[in-house]
């Protein structure tokens, strides 16, 4: 059973930094392409990053320059650095995995900003 586990959220400080993980099981070759998502309160959920199976990395407008995406091979894990984090950054964060023509979703992992 393939499943995507997020961890690393929490409160931060404006102009702070925090990393989310998120963990692939059974291996992170299961996923052809994986991503980060988010949700505010009240709003849709919108992509924020995503890497894809050679490396390729690329972002959304809003965390583009803030924001790196990246994984470790050898720990089946996905990262999601981010700095220079504002108020409007406060959301519920999902990674996802394109499985087969699937997307499989983590549970998510709260981050907020706030003084």
């Known amino acids: 059973q393939v499943q995507l586990v997020e961890s690393g959220g929490g409160l931060v400080q404006p102009a702070g930094s925090l990393t989310l993980s998120c963990v692939a099981s059974p291996s992170i070759f299961s996923f052809k392409s994986m991503a980060w998502y988010r949700q505010a309160p009240g709003k849709e959920r919108e992509w924020v990053a995503k890497?894809?199976?050679?490396?390729?990395?690329d972002y959304a407008d809003s965390v583009k320059g803030r924001f790196t995406i990246s994984r470790d091979i050898r720990k089946n894990a996905m990262y999601l650095r981010m700095s220079s984090l504002l108020s409007e950054d406060t959301a519920v964060y999902y990674c996802?995995?394109?499985?087969?023509?699937?997307?499989?979703w983590g549970q998510g992992t709260q981050v907020t900003v706030s003084s």
């Open positions: 890497i894809i199976a050679n490396g390729v990395t």
């Open positions: 996802a995995g394109g499985f087969g023509s699937q997307v499989v």
